[in-house]
């Protein structure tokens, strides 16, 4: 399947600049496919290993960073021959080897003109930890579930996707039920690849939803296998409490929910390995649009999101046809369809994410982020209710700042406010 980040790693490829690529995503977003997909593509070779549970690769690392000696082993254990420039090297899972992260600061120094890539699904958990990180020795990319576009692309709805990135507007609203129907269809299988390719190649919702559980079932197992037997308990509570945090009607994580009496320092670790997994994104809120956002942030609130919506929806077993069908999800809607925007912002890179409180007040605003120089506040309509009064109030109060509201309706420009559709929000700034 068509990913857009292929024109990262091209951009990688031909860098002048070019150090050893680490591949950060959760568990079975596609890590490993696009990395063989690349090297399929654009080198005469791929030399892949899976360093997990792997006893030829185990030891790897341990007697010195020799490169030379690295090399001629890698190529044994491929039969792949290990060329400059012509044969890319895929370590896969590289956090389950011994010194395997510091081995990179050598291919960088060493060895610059060998691409190499390395993948991990609990990678971003090592790096936190500083499990010898070679800082300043690496470049990093992130990978997401499949976007709303990109399952426009694996659907083969090529033209429509042009059309969505073009942001030819006119021509879209004259096939917008084209579009809502293929985001309702996302809604539900959400953009995690096999269940994408499962629901192109059955067209069957239980199958997709068998997909989806066994994806959480290895979260869980994730969580039971890797984390500190400490920490466990209070991972699982966080992460089975998400729906819940997010039915709430101003979404905000309340740790009351975990437990009677539940603090803030006792679910910091719990929290932060969720986000290191990549299965949560965390958007913190700030009490004043000012530039740049961050300097504003309030870091004691915060909401939690899922990774995918398809996701969201298997966790909370919602049947398939109040996706699948309009108007059907009723008090869940607002939450999920939240849950999808904050998904689709996390695929531009160039987005800083968070969301408005006034204090002192119930306004509030689900989204403000800011793009360059540029704050944006956006307010998510589930449906075609175009009624915005917080966005309203907030416009008010900082006139000067674009508004957004996205919504099942067509693009229309008002005089305060751009009303983008659901289906365009994760192309809008790109």
Same mark, same amino acid.
């Given at each position: 399947?068509?990913?857009?980040?292929?024109?990262?790693?091209?951009?990688?490829?031909?860098?002048?600049?070019?150090?050893? *690529?680490? #591949?950060?995503?959760?568990?079975?977003?596609?890590?490993?496919?696009?990395?063989?997909?690349?090297?399929?593509?654009?080198?005469?070779?791929?030399?892949?290993?899976?360093?997990?549970?792997?006893?030829?690769?185990?030891?790897?690392?341990?007697?010195?960073?020799?490169?030379?000696?690295?090399?001629?082993?890698?190529?044994?254990?491929?039969?792949?021959?290990? *060329?400059?420039?012509?044969?890319?090297?895929?370590?896969?899972?590289?956090?389950?080897?011994?010194?395997?992260?510091?081995?990179?600061?050598?291919?960088?120094?060493?060895?610059?003109?060998?691409?190499?890539?390395?993948?991990?699904?609990?990678?971003?958990?090592?790096?936190?930890?500083?499990?010898?990180?070679?800082?300043?020795?690496?470049?990093?990319?992130?990978?997401?579930?499949?976007?709303?576009?990109?399952?426009?692309?694996?659907?083969?709805?090529?033209?429509?996707?042009?059309?969505?990135?073009?942001?030819?507007?006119?021509?879209?609203?004259?096939?917008?039920?084209?579009?809502?129907?293929?985001?309702?269809?996302?809604?539900?299988?959400?953009?995690?690849?096999?269940?994408?390719?499962?629901?192109?190649?059955?067209?069957?919702?239980?199958?997709?939803?068998?997909?989806?559980?066994?994806?959480?079932?290895?979260?869980?197992?994730?969580?039971?296998?890797?984390?500190?037997?400490?920490?466990?308990?209070?991972?699982?509570?966080?992460?089975?409490?998400?729906?819940?945090?997010?039915?709430?009607?101003?979404?905000?994580?309340?740790?009351?929910?975990?437990?009677?009496?539940?603090?803030?320092?006792?679910?910091?670790?719990?929290?932060?390995?969720?986000?290191?997994?990549? *299965?949560?994104?965390?958007?913190?809120?700030?009490?004043?649009?000012?530039?740049?956002?961050?300097?504003?942030?309030?870091?004691?609130?915060?909401?939690?999101?899922?990774?995918?919506?398809?996701?969201?929806?298997?966790?909370?077993?919602?049947?398939?046809? #109040?996706?699948?069908?309009?108007?059907?999800?009723?008090?869940?809607?607002?939450?999920?369809?939240?849950?999808?925007?904050?998904?689709?912002?996390?695929?531009?890179?160039?987005?800083?994410?968070?969301?408005?409180?006034?204090?002192?007040?119930?306004?509030?605003?689900?989204?403000?982020?800011?793009?360059?120089?540029?704050?944006?506040?956006?307010?998510?309509?589930?449906?075609?209710?175009?009624?915005?009064?917080?966005?309203?109030?907030?416009?008010?109060?900082?006139?000067?700042?674009?508004?957004?509201?996205?919504?099942?309706?067509?693009?229309?420009?008002?005089?305060?406010?751009?009303?983008?559709?659901?289906?365009?929000?994760?192309?809008?700034?790109?």
């Amino acid at each position: 399947m068509e990913r857009t980040i292929m024109k990262d790693l091209l951009k990688w490829r031909n860098r002048s600049d070019r150090k050893p *690529l680490i #591949l950060l995503g959760a568990r079975q977003v596609g890590k490993t496919y696009i990395l063989k997909e690349f090297g399929r593509q654009h080198y005469e070779h791929t030399a892949y290993i899976n360093c997990d549970d792997n006893e030829m690769v185990k030891n790897l690392f341990e007697p010195d960073y020799n490169i030379r000696r690295i090399l001629l082993a890698i190529g044994s254990i491929t039969g792949v021959s290990i *060329l400059p420039g012509k044969t890319l090297i895929i370590l896969d899972e590289i956090q389950e080897l011994k010194r395997g992260l510091n081995a990179l600061k050598y291919f960088c120094e060493n060895a610059p003109e060998y691409h190499v890539a390395v993948a991990g699904s609990l990678l971003g958990i090592t790096l936190h930890q500083g499990e010898s990180f070679p800082v300043g020795k690496v470049n990093t990319l992130k990978i997401f579930p499949m976007s709303y576009e990109e399952f426009l692309l694996a659907k083969g709805q090529r033209q429509m996707y042009d059309m969505l990135v073009q942001k030819q507007w006119d021509v879209m609203a004259s096939t917008r039920s084209k579009y809502i129907q293929s985001l309702r269809e996302y809604y539900f299988t959400g953009g995690m690849p096999e269940a994408v390719k499962k629901h192109l190649d059955t067209n069957d919702t239980v199958q997709v939803r068998e997909v989806q559980q066994e994806i959480l079932l290895a979260y869980d197992k994730d969580i039971s296998k890797h984390a500190p037997t400490n920490e466990a308990v209070r991972i699982n509570q966080v992460w089975k409490s998400i729906p819940s945090q997010l039915a709430k009607e101003n979404r905000k994580f309340v740790y009351g929910v975990l437990r009677k009496g539940a603090r803030a320092k006792e679910f910091e670790t719990a929290i932060q390995w969720l986000l290191d997994a990549g *299965l949560v994104y965390k958007v913190e809120r700030v009490g004043k649009p000012g530039m740049p956002l961050n300097c504003y942030a309030d870091f004691s609130a915060f909401k939690l999101y899922m990774l995918d919506c398809g996701l969201l929806g298997a966790m909370n077993n919602m049947p398939p046809a #109040l996706m699948l069908l309009p108007n059907k999800m009723e008090e869940s809607k607002g939450n999920f369809t939240e849950n999808f925007v904050c998904s689709q912002l996390h695929n531009c890179a160039s987005l800083s994410i968070f969301y408005y409180s006034k204090e002192n007040s119930t306004q509030k605003v689900d989204f403000v982020v800011q793009h360059d120089t540029e704050i944006a506040a956006i307010e998510v309509k589930a449906e075609e209710n175009l009624q915005s009064k917080s966005l309203k109030a907030f416009h008010a109060d900082y006139p000067n700042l674009k508004c957004i509201r996205t919504s099942m309706a067509d693009y229309r420009q008002e005089e305060w406010m751009d009303n983008v559709p659901l289906y365009a929000i994760g192309n809008y700034w790109d």
